[in-house]
């Protein structure tokens, strides 16, 4: 099994452009999430699915956006890149809230 | 605010010695209680979860206690060993927040061989 699997596994951009990060799960987990991982702020939750077709914001959506077209595909965009946002984004699924989460392996995205 | 915080923020022991790791939380209504391990530019691996109705869990040389009461998580490491070697993450998912988890900073545990 591949598990979680997140592309690109690194990235850099211009002030201004967009781009959409890819993860992809094999295990046919409902729970979907897009973390943030910036030095000193620990991991922060941007946004989630509960299942296919539904996404929620956590605790710091502002400037990004998710689909969730498939159950097994979970998108983050970004529409307008800000330096800020020049962070280690990390992917995870479970299969319950009750379940462990899954990681990917990260994609390490720099704003310039 | 619910806060999850980790203390000591770095640790180094050598190898064989017992650890414990601590973990805090703010809020006593938590659904579950997850430790996970990270390697330098690695995902997280998941050790051990700890659903609110049970006290501890065990896997091989780890074991994992929760205190509801108190607002603590404690990871026990037997005989530690220099593979062991990473950042240690606990996360704490309470009951309103539909699976969402607030993580700690973490600890980051050096063993020398």
């Known amino acids: 099994n591949a598990g979680v699997t997140q592309t690109p596994k690194f990235r850099v951009l211009k002030t201004g452009q967009s781009m959409t990060l890819l993860c992809a799960q094999d295990?046919?987990?409902?729970?979907m999430y897009w973390y943030r991982q910036d030095p000193g702020m620990g991991l922060r939750l941007i946004h989630y699915?509960?299942?296919?077709?539904?996404?929620a914001k956590g605790e710091v959506p502002d400037g990004y956006n998710v689909s969730r077209l498939k159950k097994q595909n979970f998108l983050l965009g970004l529409e307008s890149a800000a330096p800020s946002q020049t962070s280690v984004y990390f992917c995870a699924s479970s299969y319950w809230q009750d379940q462990p989460q899954h990681f990917g392996d990260g994609t390490r995205l720099s704003i310039l | 605010k619910q806060e999850v915080t980790q203390i000591p923020a770095a640790l180094s022991v050598p190898e064989g010695e017992n650890l414990v790791l601590n973990c805090s939380f703010t809020?006593?209504?938590?659904?579950?209680l997850q430790w996970f391990r990270q390697d330098p530019g690695k995902g997280l691996t998941s050790l051990l979860l700890i659903q609110s109705s049970q006290r501890e869990q065990t896997s091989g040389r780890l074991n994992a206690s929760l205190d509801k009461s108190s607002g603590r998580s404690t990871l026990y490491i037997a005989a530690s060993q220099p593979g062991d070697s990473a950042t240690y993450l606990c996360?704490?998912?309470?009951?309103?927040?539909?699976?969402?988890?607030?993580f700690g900073d973490g600890t980051t545990l050096t063993v020398k061989p």
């Open positions: 295990m046919n987990h409902e729970y």
């Open positions: 996360a704490v998912t309470y009951n309103t927040n539909a699976g969402k988890s607030t």
């Open positions: 809020d006593s209504a938590i659904y579950n």
């Open positions: 699915s509960v299942g296919e077709g539904t996404t």
